[in-house]
């Protein structure tokens, strides 16, 4: 294919081995890897008997293959369909029944040279950067955890050795004007949000300026990624569905961000160690569920590079989507006004309940689990406050209000220990910030939470009870 180093990155991003049972077959990757390591050392056609004996061994050990000559027969044959890879005088090949491949007793008779298509073992072979680039997306997006041995196996050790990551482009931090700009220089979709670049590894994009700016959570480094679907409930197709492979593959993918006016850079490599389904606000202005993408920055794509806790928080993710959007039946849209306070309170305190009894024990993740802890219960708590402080022995709560028409409280567990407290009015309070503040560093917090807790539970059996 005459589409230079572009079109090459592409057919190679494209290369999407099918899943099977237990793993992906990962055939193709494998038989690339070695040609690109043949076309680095100036070789470029190989006999198929050559290509045979080398890689039996080699699907057997990184490909699980059963140790036959058969192995090969599938990816010598099939890798032609990615463009990657050419064998000389297919016409007297015979093919099996099914016509899909030459059968092995074929092959073997006629020996037919084969190799990577000329243009791309030029490139190959006289690019070395290139060829780095390129082995370097492989092995990231199929080889990672690097096995022990592959790079020496497939001839890359001293192409990439210690430069698998460092070789792939773009950058981490560099700048682009627009998407198309990107696009231009790397490939991928134009307009979606969480698309492949041309080496086929995922990209999220988060742009301030979007229906949702996606968030840090407090307390981590860690981000809130909103998913994919602008208006109406997210579903987990197209991008959701990329996420949540990347998610149990523990895959890095790249996350670009825009601020405000500014300019998209790629911000940096991050894993996805939690997923949450909570309430949003679409494009059009109504409420919709929408996937939270729990994205953990990390300075190298590479696994053996991930710090203790990023492994630690890929371990204790159970792969789920934890769903936090039953507990919020108050919709303003619905007419909810017409219901008393203490009638929405109630159904509030209800949902919370509901929500808090599924949630699973708190890990060190407890952070996560409070970013995204219940809307339902925070909104029962500020109905329950009548817009002020509830500390009995309030110095004085701020009159002003936000830009939202809102007055400024703080919710908050009253014991703030990441106990094991439920996400549940009566046992949580709205503060002033002085108030809050007293409770969380004053030195007699003590005294005060205990006094605190007392006020909450009585003002919850006092708007529940009211009601009966
Ligand atoms: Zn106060």
Redesign the pocket.
């Known amino acids: 294919m005459a589409d230079g180093a572009a079109g090459l990155i592409k057919r190679v991003g494209g290369l999407a081995p099918a899943a099977r049972d237990g793993g992906r077959a990962l055939h193709r990757p494998l038989l690339l890897l070695w040609a690109i390591g043949q076309a680095v050392q100036g070789r470029s056609e190989h006999r198929w008997s050559t290509v045979r004996d080398v890689l039996v061994p080699l699907l057997t050990a990184y490909a699980g293959a059963p140790a036959r000559a058969q192995s090969v027969v599938y990816p010598f044959w099939a890798l032609r369909n990615n463009h990657l890879w050419e064998v000389a005088e297919v016409e007297g090949l015979r093919l099996t029944s099914g016509g899909r491949r030459p059968t092995l007793t074929t092959l073997n008779e006629a020996d037919p040279l084969a190799g990577l298509p000329k243009n791309d073992f030029d490139l190959l072979s006289r690019d070395t950067e290139l060829a780095a680039r390129i082995t370097g997306s492989v092995i990231l997006r199929f080889f990672d955890p690097l096995p022990a041995g592959l790079l020496d196996a497939v001839g890359l050790t001293e192409l990439l050795v210690g430069r698998v990551d460092t070789s792939l482009r773009p950058r981490v931090g560099e700048p682009f004007t627009n998407r198309d700009t990107i696009a231009d220089a790397h490939g991928g979709n134009r307009v979606l949000g969480i698309t492949p670049l041309a080496d086929g590894i995922l990209t999220a994009y988060s742009d301030d300026q979007g229906p949702y700016a996606d968030k840090r959570i407090d307390g981590t480094d860690w981000i809130a990624y909103t998913g994919d679907g602008l208006s109406g409930d997210q579903q987990m197709r197209g991008g959701n569905k990329s996420m949540q492979r990347y998610r149990t593959e523990q895959r890095a993918l790249r996350y670009w961000h825009k601020p405000h006016r500014g300019q998209w850079t790629f911000q940096t490599w991050a894993v996805i160690v939690d997923c949450h389904r909570r309430w949003g606000r679409g494009e059009d202005g109504q409420m919709r569920r929408e996937y939270a993408w729990v994205l953990a920055p990390v300075a190298s794509p590479l696994h053996q590079d991930w710090p203790q806790p990023i492994l630690d928080a890929l371990r204790e993710d159970d792969g789920r989507v934890h769903d936090h959007t039953q507990d919020t039946p108050l919709d303003e849209t619905e007419g909810a006004e017409v219901l008393s306070g203490r009638e929405r309170y109630r159904r509030l305190s209800a949902a919370a309940g509901r929500t808090a009894s599924r949630r699973s024990a708190r890990s060190h993740r407890t952070e996560v689990e409070r970013y995204f802890r219940s809307p339902a219960a925070r909104q029962a708590v500020i109905l329950r406050s009548g817009g002020t402080?509830?500390?009995p022995r309030?110095?004085?709560?701020p009159e002003e209000l936000t830009d939202a028409g809102a007055p400024i409280l703080e919710v908050d567990h009253v014991n703030d220990l990441g106990n094991g407290g439920g996400d549940i009015p009566e046992t949580m309070i709205a503060?002033?910030?002085?108030?809050?503040a007293l409770k969380t560093r004053g030195r007699s917090r003590r005294e005060l939470q205990a006094a605190l807790l007392n006020v909450a539970r009585e003002r919850h059996r006092v708007f529940i009870e009211d009601m009966l």
Do not use: K, T
Request: with cysteine.
């Open positions: 402080c509830e500390n309030c110095l004085g709560h503060l002033c910030p002085n108030c809050h």
